[in-house]
């Protein structure tokens, strides 16, 4: 396919002379792999197409909400009937009960919260955990994203990494002094930063299996292993499940492994493409927020009745059916591509979460056969993936540009979708292993 750019080009241009990089979240740059990033104009099913009139199979998802693929004729119905009937009122309204219960089934969380980004909800259950235990400090894993709160820049996932970002300039240390960062998998640390601040610890904050610095899967229960440290030493264990939720399973990663979190994190899929996320967990917990207590939060559009019907809309499409074949087609994904490079003989590992997966570019095949944490997925040979980045994009497949984030799939992949990748990834392939390392 020839690649054509220059009207996404051209809104490049116009985009970086009113906002800072051109994007209005740093993981849409194209930084990591050079080039310009592609302006998309719609999305239909499993594919989406650029100003310049390119159409891409999206593995990308909008970053996962679009579980159902793209323009779902349910889901695109229900949010026009929401907005016809108007699009906020600050009162409450019935969707938000309706989606507040189908999460509260789904989840071993009693009560949640709504709120509109996944960012204020790890900032909500961080204030809240705070509130509830009286104690000031946190731990965090390096390598693990949860958005852009203050005191969790630290060592962060996501686009932190892929930017190669080293601090957090902006977050003042004062902000990060409560924040203890761990290495990921790392039972011995935990151990230590409980052995020596076990009764100023008000929470332990992990993404539910990580997805932010690539897929990095707990190894050894490690999540029962934080539950338990948690539960032993007066800590909160709070599970961060805005990646994962309602996409790996019903539930999300808790439907994996069943370790129930004190207080868990959601957004993304529940948003259904709109911006809609929540924090919920321990009805004795979440009675310590305002107004029924009195720990503040709040949020003029929290809950809003356009958001909530797409998010409602998705979640009941969003069958034990959906997920069955998003986990066939995931396992597909990851054997075509694990054959591609084997042929070719790119050196990788790939990992999945559920549905969840993602390929690490390694330095040789003699290297470790997992990847367990910050350190080991970071190294690796970035300018082959950018290769194989590039190729993949112009043969018509939309990846995150960047080694370090998670590939989406979505339930509207087919066999001819499928068919498509396979023969994108036989180029892609060859592209990698034309880098000399
Ligand atoms: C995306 C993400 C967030 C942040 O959500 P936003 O809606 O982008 O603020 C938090 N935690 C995890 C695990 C995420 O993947």
């Excluded at 961060?240 to 994996?256: A, H, L, N, P």
């Excluded at 910050?374 to 190294?379: D, L, P, S, T």
Aim: net charge negative; aromatic share 8%; with cysteine.
């Amino acid at each position: 396919m020839p690649d054509h750019t220059e009207q996404s080009a051209a809104l490049f241009d116009r985009a970086s002379a009113v906002t800072p990089g051109g994007v209005n979240s740093p993981v849409r740059a194209f930084r990591a792999v050079g080039g310009v990033p592609r302006f998309m104009a719609s999305g239909d099913r499993c594919h989406i197409t650029d100003v310049d009139g390119n159409r891409y199979l999206d593995l990308v998802c909008s970053w996962g909400p679009m579980l159902l693929g793209h323009a779902h004729p349910e889901v695109t119905a229900a949010v026009q009937a929401a907005v016809s009937r108007g699009t906020s009122y600050g009162t409450p309204t019935a969707t938000e009960v309706l989606l507040g219960e189908e999460i509260v089934a789904r989840t071993p969380v009693d009560k949640v919260r709504l709120v509109s980004s996944g960012t204020e909800a790890t900032m909500s259950a961080l204030r809240l955990a705070r509130g509830f235990t009286g104690r000031a400090k946190i731990v965090k894993f390096a390598g693990c994203y949860h958005g852009h709160v203050d005191a969790l820049l630290a060592q962060a996932g996501s686009g932190v990494i892929t930017l190669g970002i080293p601090g957090t300039p902006g977050v003042t240390a004062a902000t990060t002094a409560d924040t203890i960062v761990l290495p990921y998998n790392d039972q011995a640390a935990v151990t230590a930063a409980f052995a020596e601040h076990g009764d100023q610890i008000a929470a332990v904050i992990t993404e539910a299996s990580p997805g932010n610095m690539g897929v990095v899967p707990p190894r050894d229960d490690f999540n029962a292993f934080l539950a338990r440290t948690c539960r032993d030493n007066g800590a909160l264990f709070i599970s961060d499940e805005v990646m994962t939720g309602f996409r790996i399973t019903r539930s999300g990663w808790y439907g994996v492994d069943g370790v129930r979190p004190d207080l868990m994190t959601f957004g993304k899929v529940m948003g259904g493409g709109f911006p809609a996320a929540a924090f919920g967990g321990r009805a004795d917990v979440m009675a310590h927020l305002a107004p029924e207590g009195s720990v503040y939060q709040a949020g003029t559009l929290s809950g809003n009745p356009v958001a909530t019907a797409a998010g409602l809309t998705t979640l009941r499409l969003a069958t034990d059916e959906v997920y069955a074949r998003l986990d066939e087609t995931s396992a597909t994904i990851q054997r075509l591509v694990g054959t591609a490079l084997d042929k070719e003989g790119v050196p990788h590992v790939i990992q999945a979460a559920g549905n969840l997966f993602s390929v690490f570019f390694v330095e040789s095949s003699e290297g470790p056969a997992e990847i367990r944490d910050f350190a080991g997925a970071n190294a690796q040979v970035l300018p082959r993936f950018a290769a194989f980045f590039h190729a993949m994009l112009e043969a018509g497949v939309y990846l995150p540009p960047s080694a370090f984030e998670a590939w989406f799939v979505s339930a509207a992949i087919d066999d001819d979708a499928l068919a498509e990748l396979e023969s994108a990834l036989a180029l892609a392939a060859r592209a990698a292993a034309a880098i000399q390392h």
